[in-house]
């Protein structure tokens, strides 16, 4: 079975994220996709051929993980933006959010805070299944950061492929863009 890029292109025309950023946004995204399914096809043949023990198999397993978490990244990206609605009050999730940080504008300003440090990568909120603590988390790469058994709910790109089209160096124009756009509903379904 191989993935299918999922299409976004109902995000177009979204405030604050120009047509050329998307679509440029879109084509990354299904380069993942196919890279992703491409490594997978490698791998299962030499699975098959009997090439376990080789240094082609233990790079391209490695490979794995960067092209597999940039498209599922993505797509946890493209599927948690598209409404401008704030997060209601009463929702389960604000509710969280304010017990885990003590407001929800707490939260909101150190993930922005997060956004907004030097380097390329993500700024995820994860919900700790064990526990049920919300976390912010900076991923530093596609493959690296991730918290073992948590639960992603929402997540921000922060590569320059993401906002440097429209906003250049400023990336907090960005993040205030992203914030106005975020699918609340989305993020809701993905909360344990």
Known sequence: MSYQAKDYSGLLGMAGFSETLLKNHFTLYQGYVTNTNKLLEIIDQLVK??????PELAELKRRLGWEWNGMRLHEYYFENLGH?????SESPLYKKIVDNFGSYELWEKEFKAMGTMRGIGWV???EDTITGKLINFWINEHDVGHPAGANLLLIMDVFEHAYMIDYGLKKADYIEAFFKNINWKAVETRLK
């Not at 051929?49 to 080789?54: R, V, W």
């Open 49 to 54: 051929e009997g090439k376990t023990a080789t």
């Open 84 to 88: 401008q609605k704030s997060l209601s």
């Open 124 to 126: 995820a909120l994860y």
